[in-house]
């Protein structure tokens, strides 16, 4: 599968978060913001050749495979993003089976660290394509 259709699925992802959050649904804006980031996170991976076709992504893996290869190893992305996804899914566990209702707090910083997180993982894409 093509790097960009994750892009494209990680925007719409992100896009529903972002309506969740104006409409003070901050349960789901949290687990919409956490699946666009690991979207976004498996089109760079697809790109760099880390990620192939599966029927079903194990989260845990992704997520230590962007950390060590694309941040410890390569250097291709910032240091800070290696806490993104874990943080995210933390939330998003919280949000979908946990009895704790996600605050506007954390809806609003989830949500900022998702745009930011894709925003990045876009412009890597574009660079390497340039």
Same mark, same amino acid.
């Given at each position: 599968?093509?790097?960009?259709?994750?892009?494209?699925?990680?925007?719409?992802?992100?896009?529903?978060?972002?309506?969740?959050?104006?409409?003070?649904?901050?349960?789901?804006?949290?687990?919409?913001?956490?699946?666009?980031?690991?979207?976004?996170?498996?089109?760079?991976?697809?790109?760099?050749?880390?990620?192939?076709?599966? %029927?079903? &992504?194990? @989260?845990?893996? =992704?997520?230590? /495979?962007?950390?060590?290869?694309?941040?410890? !190893?390569?250097?291709?992305?910032?240091?800070?993003?290696?806490?993104?996804?874990?943080?995210?899914?933390?939330?998003?566990?919280?949000?979908?089976?946990?009895?704790?209702?996600?605050? %506007?707090? &954390?809806? @609003?910083?989830? =949500?900022?660290? /998702?745009?930011?997180?894709?925003?990045?993982? !876009?412009?890597?894409?574009?660079?390497?394509?340039?």
């Amino acid at each position: 599968m093509d790097a960009s259709i994750y892009l494209n699925k990680a925007s719409e992802n992100l896009e529903a978060a972002q309506l969740c959050y104006r409409n003070t649904h901050y349960n789901t804006c949290t687990s919409r913001a956490y699946y666009a980031m690991l979207q976004a996170a498996v089109a760079i991976l697809t790109a760099k050749g880390f990620h192939s076709q599966q %029927k079903r &992504i194990d @989260h845990l893996r =992704l997520q230590s /495979t962007f950390a060590n290869e694309l941040i410890n !190893r390569r250097k291709i992305l910032p240091a800070k993003f290696k806490s993104y996804l874990p943080d995210a899914q933390f939330f998003r566990n919280a949000a979908d089976y946990e009895t704790l209702m996600i605050s %506007k707090t &954390i809806a @609003h910083r989830q =949500l900022a660290q /998702t745009v930011e997180f894709v925003a990045g993982m !876009r412009k890597e894409l574009q660079n390497a394509q340039s």
